[in-house]
């Protein structure tokens, strides 16, 4: 896949192709807006529709909208997509859309972002929001499959990008990445782990050892080597293992985003290390192939990743304020990792973990929908699952992660631009 590649956009089907692939599933009754700088697209911002439709409540709506675009400072008109199945039937679904549209219209002009096209799209049809032209825009709208089939869709699948489905019609339900019944090998490999390594939570040498294979296993893209038989379960029941004490499970999340050197210094400033060390750990990381234990050197850190100069707090890189950007590579490693450690609706901390770093991660990338789908599975996974309560807490009140709200460090996938 090549990241550098841009792509251009010559019809509105381009643009309301792009939409599902960058936030990974098709909008439902949703407003996208998108930013643009010049030709370039800027920020994409995804909200519900707003439930009343009083002229007060369509202002204060537009205001909110308002306040995260102007994120983008340097952007200077923007683009935006209703997506509805409201009046489609009876041709009305134009009349009830402009007062919504000319809200945000007024709003957005107070921060000179004008309103540069708009579009309705439903589950059959779309067309322009200000299009009256029959053969342009006939009656009740174009095909949907025209956007699915456009140029700039099939070029992106050709890059490997996907859609999945909407958080609203059960996401993660069936997911491929998780077996039905957790494999008997992985089950004692955790328990195994557990075993060794739980009573020692609070070590530092034990902290080094499980970052060590966390490394490793980002490192190598998720598909760490298989040196002997069984390896491959052993490495996931020790990843299992691991996400049951917190601690670790937070360090593992700023360690992706922000670099080692960070998941150390912030469990030290939290007071976990309790002083009291064997002199031998618990557990020796290269028994599962990593081939160099404890803190990697600066020379191995991850390109992109902080030194060591640059460490930052947990509470920082949690909300993504740290780093200015985050090592989105690696981040997107630790979420196909943790889709693949826990089975399909299974109960308990490893599940309840496993959904909450995903939500977090889709926090990061400015996708609120799936995230508020993944934490609502950590929940039920394990009720009262606290950090799942106050990501869901930060999501409820509409706050967007710093790194998202930033064009220079917002997630782009395999994009890096198009005009």
Known sequence: MNSNRTLSIHQPEDFLGYIPHMLGYWPEDSLVAIT?????????????LPAG????ALDAFADHVRSYLIADEDANGVVLAVYTDAGWTDGSVVR????????????????????????????????GAYCSDEECCPDPGLPVDRIKDSRLSAEMVYQGSSIGPSPASGFGRRRPAMPAVLDSSVQEAESRYEGRLLGGWRSEVCLDAVLAVWQH?????????????????????FLRATLKVPAWRDAVAVMAAA????AKSGAEAFGLFTGDESDNPPFDPRELGVPTPGIPT????????????DAFTYGDVLLGMQPEMPHWSHLDVLHHVLAGLCVDDEPGEVAAAAWTLRGWISWCKGSGSIAHACLTRAELANPGYRLAELLSEILGQGTICAW???????WRGSRNAIV
Request: proline share 9%.
């Open 217 to 237: 296993v980002l490192d190598s893209g998720g598909q760490p080597a298989a040196k002997r038989p069984g390896a491959a379960a052993d490495v996931t029941g």
């Open 53 to 56: 439709g009083s002229q007060q």
């Open 298 to 309: 600066p020379a191995m850190a991850p390109t992109g990743s902080p030194g060591p100069a």
């Open 96 to 127: 009830q859309t402009i007062p919504l549209l000319e809200a945000l219209e007024q709003s957005l002009d107070q921060v000179d972002l004008s309103v540069r096209d708009a579009w309705l799209v439903g589950s059959e049809y779309w067309r």
């Open 404 to 410: 998202a709200r930033r064009p220079g460090s917002a």
């Open 36 to 48: 643009l700088q010049g030709k370039v697209l800027g920020a994409t911002l995804r909200v519900d």
């Open 259 to 262: 670099g080692i050197e960070s």
